[in-house]
């Protein structure tokens, strides 16, 4: 349900894309629509285009912003310089000349550059939406890619590249063949960079998993119900810790919510949203 002050920004459209230099690096955006800023975080090995389906359908209300963070789709490859994907994050924001509190929507890897952006800039953010979500501190006991690195290593990247996508974490997804397709063009499209090469991203010194309840921003916790476990407790976990967060499984979905259930990701996006105050 649209409130209001959406209805009348409904037939509002604006159209941007291209690189910013920021923080030391190169990143890719895309903008489309106006009115309150909604941004959109991809997962490792994705890109940008994981959203096409949340993209354009909220820009009928929303400014949509989604990017390539560093190192992955169309931005640059990390260099030797220390950063973290927040702070990328913030200062893309504000080059864009978007200075007011955003609504973030990550996925997976997303999600955990989400938090950090909430717990680092509670100022600017208005709310967060954690899909499929990890947390930094959290500490994997099955989904572990230690294997698939040394293959990178031994076998080179377009090995591991295949062997990442036929992971149990895309199993749901690969048995659709428009999702799987469009997985797979996206990791066939990644760098690889992270998978042999050293990371010089740096973690906040107060680890966000021991600080989901400082989290102020109201949340929505939101993953599929064939998810590999790891991501059913961190989603679990942060649904209880957060205060007011709002938790939503989605049946017969896996891992990659937002490509594999567009229609009810978006419904339930867009009740979220609609629920939030308004300035």
């Not at 912003?65 to 504000?94: M, W």
């Not at 049946?251 to 979220?272: C, I, R, W, Y």
Request: charged share 25%; hydrophobic share 40%; aromatic share 12%.
């Amino acid at each position: 349900m649209l409130t209001k002050k959406q209805d009348l920004r409904v037939t509002v459209h604006k159209n941007e894309k291209g690189c910013k230099l920021v923080s030391g690096t190169r990143l890719y955006y895309e903008i489309k629509g106006e009115g309150q800023p909604l941004v959109f975080i991809h997962d490792f090995s994705l890109d940008h285009r994981m959203w096409d389906d949340q993209f354009y359908y909220f820009s009928r209300w929303y400014r949509c912003v989604r990017l390539d963070i560093r190192g992955f789709g169309q931005s640059a490859l990390p260099g030797q310089e220390n950063y973290t994907y927040h702070d990328d994050l913030k200062a893309l924001l504000i080059s864009l000349d978007i200075t007011q509190p955003v609504i973030l929507v990550g996925h997976s890897l997303g999600g955990l550059i989400a938090v950090n952006f909430a717990l680092k800039f509670p100022r600017f953010t208005q709310a967060i939406v954690l899909c499929s979500t990890q947390i930094e501190g959290y500490v994997f006991k099955d989904f572990k890619l230690d294997a698939l690195f040394n293959k990178a290593k031994r076998k080179g990247i377009e090995y591991a590249k295949r062997k990442w996508f036929a992971h149990n974490v895309f199993a749901p997804a690969r048995k659709n063949k428009p999702v799987s397709e469009a997985l797979w063009q996206m990791i066939h499209f990644y760098s690889g960079w992270h998978l042999v090469d050293k990371h010089a991203s740096l973690s906040e010194d107060l680890s966000a998993w021991e600080n989901l309840e400082n989290l102020t921003a109201p949340t929505l916790v939101l993953y599929g119900n064939l998810d590999l476990a790891d991501f059913r407790e961190i989603s679990e976990a942060a649904a209880f810790r957060i205060r007011g967060a709002k938790k939503v499984i989605l049946p017969d979905t896996g891992h990659v919510v937002n490509m594999e259930n567009p229609s009810a990701f978006n419904k339930e996006l867009q009740n979220f949203l609609a629920a939030l105050p308004v300035d």
